[in-house]
């Protein structure tokens, strides 16, 4: 029995004139793939067996012909016959990541929602991932970005610079249905975004991180994150990722919690948990453990705490002491709110 972990067709490019110059379609800045497949049937396997293991340019008859013989709609019709040339990845299995195809590939997995955040092997990610000029004409390698503004102006036009960064916007190339975007620019490709998300102006969704639906995002979802559904994580709020400071833990947050106004965690919580407006808890935080009739039951650092339900995280007004609780009210999202996504 054949079997592929992976497998898409995509666009290559735009690509630059330099890329014209000495490059080809496998190192392009960027790759769009309309249908990724995670896990595809076997006689997608069969089909592609002359194709190579990885990235490889192909003619739009050999996609036509992928099609034909799997039933799979793998290339749009209007693939078939545009000018930018047309790639396919094919892993066949979740090994490190080789090339900026195949990280484009994963990305892709990850916005369809195909698969959840921290189920891909995403290493050397970043070794294959440029820093890109993300602008009004496209990506453009940076060193090249000065001609192409001075190019723009003597054409009488302008060139907006929208980022410069080794991740696009997610919705350039993924929008998952039943979401609210207030700002795209703050959703990188390779969020996952449940059904039934709100992210508002200032929420931020970072590549292999996300939602599982319905949500509110108002702060920060680090890489490595996921709130489970019914969770809102208020305005500025933040959870901490594993990208800096070399933290391994992962953190998720589960159901029906509630993260206030400028607090965060950087501990798992599991569900219908609270942390109060302002309230950053960190593994190291020493707090008071309250039962019921408010006495203390225990002082423990919080990474004790990790992945329990049912706590309130709040701090005394007056010595500004971190008490633990149990929350016996779970924080429901406003319905009306998420009822029109």
């Known amino acids: 029995m054949t079997s592929l972990f992976a497998f898409a067709i995509g666009i290559a490019g735009p690509r630059t004139p330099s890329d014209a110059r000495s490059g080809t379609a496998t190192d392009a800045l960027d790759f769009f793939f ?19 293991e990885g990235v490889q340019e192909i003619t739009p008859a050999t996609a036509a012909a992928l099609n034909q013989n799997t039933g799979l709609a793998l290339a749009p019709a209007a693939m078939l016959s545009g000018d930018q040339p047309l790639i396919a990845v094919k892993l066949a299995a979740d090994t490190p ?9 994963k990305l892709h997995l990850l916005s369809h929602r195909l698969c959840l955040p921290n189920s891909l092997n995403l290493a050397n990610i970043f070794a294959h991932l440029p820093n890109v000029a993300w602008t009004s004409d496209g990506p453009i390698r940076v060193e090249e970005l000065a001609d192409w503004q001075l190019k723009a102006r003597l054409e009488g036009r302008g060139l907006e610079v ?19 975007i207030a700002d795209a620019s703050r ?8 059904d039934g998300t709100t992210v ?10 996300g939602t599982v639906g319905p949500n509110m995002v108002e702060g920060r979802v680090s890489q490595g994150v996921v709130l489970g559904a019914g969770t809102d994580l208020g305005g500025s ?8 400071g070399g933290g391994s833990l992962i ?3 589960g159901q029906n919690c509630l993260i206030g ?23 190291g935080t020493k707090v008071s453990v309250r039962d019921e009739t408010g006495a203390e039951v225990s002082q423990i650092k919080a990474r004790e705490l990790a992945g329990q339900n049912d706590m309130l995280f709040i701090r005394d007004s007056s010595n500004g002491q971190v008490i633990c609780r149990t929350n016996r009210k779970a924080i429901e999202l406003n319905d009306a709110l998420h009822s029109h996504n």
């Open 34 to 52: 309309p249908a990724p497949l995670l896990h595809p049937p076997e006689a997608l396997a069969e089909a592609a067996t002359d194709l190579v």
């Open 97 to 105: 990541i080789q090339s900026g195809a195949e990280a484009y590939l």
């Open 162 to 180: 929208f980022a410069v960064d080794k991740f696009p916007k997610m919705v350039n190339y993924v929008v998952p249905a039943g979401v609210r």
């Open 187 to 194: 959703i990188r490709l390779g969020a996952y975004l449940g």
């Open 200 to 209: 508002m102006h200032e929420g931020f969704v970072n590549f292999n991180a």
């Open 237 to 244: 709020a933040s959870t901490m990722g594993t990208l800096s």
């Open 251 to 253: 953190i998720s947050i």
């Open 261 to 283: 106004a400028n607090a965060g965690t950087g501990i798992p919580l599991g569900d219908r948990c609270t942390i109060e407006a302002g309230l950053y808890i960190t593994a």
